[in-house]
């Protein structure tokens, strides 16, 4: 069983191995390796931006960004270390680094006056073998300083459980404490491996997330929950809910399940399960490693799900639930399911019955997500299926 995230995406150590130097040069951003003092750092910077120089780095022990801005000084760049939360008017180290041949030298001055050294070497990246998650592969082309965040990281087995008859072994990445589960029995080999694959690519992509909304400004707040929904020979359903705060003034929530095709292991959208319009489904909502699509086909999707969706779901679940569904203000939660926004951008999952919608509102009323109605029945659905050739429970 895999347990550390080289094992895990058959990734060896990178940093100090020598590989074709990756090109990232389309957003401007250098990324390096080396050290402050004796220290392991990783650093992005930004000098290709005029005569303004931004960036950051994270010592590989702890993996926080430290914030730097600063200027170019002929070929010098003078960086100011952004202060810590809570101390904005105390002074703040600086770093001054001047150009090599493969990188960057200089020092690191604390207000105090102590100096260390900081020597930096552009940074080597191995290309990822194939059975790499795709998550990690997307991140090490797109981002290579989250990437290489990322490496060392050892997951911690946790509980083992039994759900809907399957096996699950859980593992946690103990510096973020973001958790997800492995399939390990109950599901062919092939069909295990493609489920983990996804799972264990959300898991990292969980804990780079949290690393990210760390770096923000002012107080953060990052909670994951994970759980999962419903497992079938053709599908599976797991919900990830995050509560975060990443420097604004309130938390906001994330309730998006992962729905799996079984057979596939790829990730299933709405319109793949359930497709009211004309022609082929539309399919906005992308895996990780999607390309972006254009602005055109966002505006087809979102067209669609106003005109089209969400008023047939609006139909649907009045008449299923008229009770629930009534637009009356005197409700006592004061929640109104009657409109269409609300259904407009649905989370789903798929039950025994049917697919549950989970409605969209705002954080200010986030108890009105938690419906006990909104399953959409299979038989309902079978009348309009989707892309995804499914054998739906």
């Known amino acids: 069983m895999f347990k550390g995230l080289c094992r895990l995406t058959s ?13 990232w040069a389309e957003s401007g951003k250098q990324v390096y390796t080396g050290t402050l003092g004796k220290t392991p750092i990783v650093l992005e ?11 950051r780095y994270f010592y590989q022990k702890y993996r926080k960004d430290l914030m730097l801005s600063g200027k170019k000084d002929g070929e010098t760049l003078v960086l100011d270390e952004a202060p810590l939360r809570g101390y904005q008017d105390a002074p703040h180290p600086t770093i001054r680094l001047q150009p090599k041949p493969d990188g960057w030298s200089g020092e690191w001055r604390s207000p105090e006056g102590k100096v260390l050294k900081v020597d930096l070497q552009q940074a080597n990246i191995a290309p990822a073998p194939a059975a790499t998650v795709p998550f990690l592969t997307t991140l090490r082309d797109q981002s290579p300083y989250e990437y290489l965040r990322l490496q060392g990281l050892d997951l911690k087995k946790g509980k083992a459980e039994t759900f809907m008859g399957y096996s699950l072994q859980w593992w946690i990445e103990p510096k973020s404490e973001t958790t997800l589960f492995e399939v390990v029995s109950g599901y062919t080999a092939a069909e295990r491996q493609r489920i983990n694959q996804q799972l264990m690519g959300r898991l990292w992509q969980e804990v780079a997330g949290k690393f990210d909304c760390e770096a923000s400004a002012g107080e953060t707040f990052y909670a994951q929950t994970v759980e999962p929904l419903w497992m ?28 799996l095709d079984v057979k596939t292991g790829k990730t299933l959208t709405l319109e793949g399960v359930l497709w009211l319009g004309q022609g082929k489904p539309l399919h906005y909502e992308r895996e990780y490693n999607d390309a972006t699509p254009s602005s055109e086909s966002y505006d087809a999707y979102s067209d669609y799900r106003t005109k089209t969706l969400a008023p047939w779901l609006v139909q649907q679940l009045s008449a299923l639930y008229p009770d629930e569904m009534k637009t009356t203000t005197e409700r006592e939660d004061g929640c109104i399911y009657g409109e269409e926004q609300p259904w407009t951008y649905p989370s789903w999952y798929f039950t025994k019955s049917g697919i549950k919608l989970v409605p969209s509102f705002p954080h200010i009323s986030s108890m009105c997500r938690d419906t006990a109605f909104s399953v959409l029945p299979y038989n309902l659905i079978q009348q309009h299926p989707g892309s995804a050739a499914l054998q739906l429970p």
Do not use: K, R
């Not at 990734?11 to 130097?21: E, N, P, R, Y």
């Not at 910077?45 to 960036?55: L, M, R, T, Y």
């Open 45 to 55: 910077v930004n000098a290709d931006s005029g005569d303004d120089v931004g960036g």
């Open 232 to 259: 079938g020979p053709s599908t599976l359903s797991v919900s990830i809910a995050t509560e975060y705060s990443c420097g604004g003034a309130y938390t906001d929530e994330n309730d998006m399940p992962l729905n």
């Open 11 to 23: 990734v060896a150590a990178l940093v100090c191995s020598t590989f074709s130097t990756a090109l």
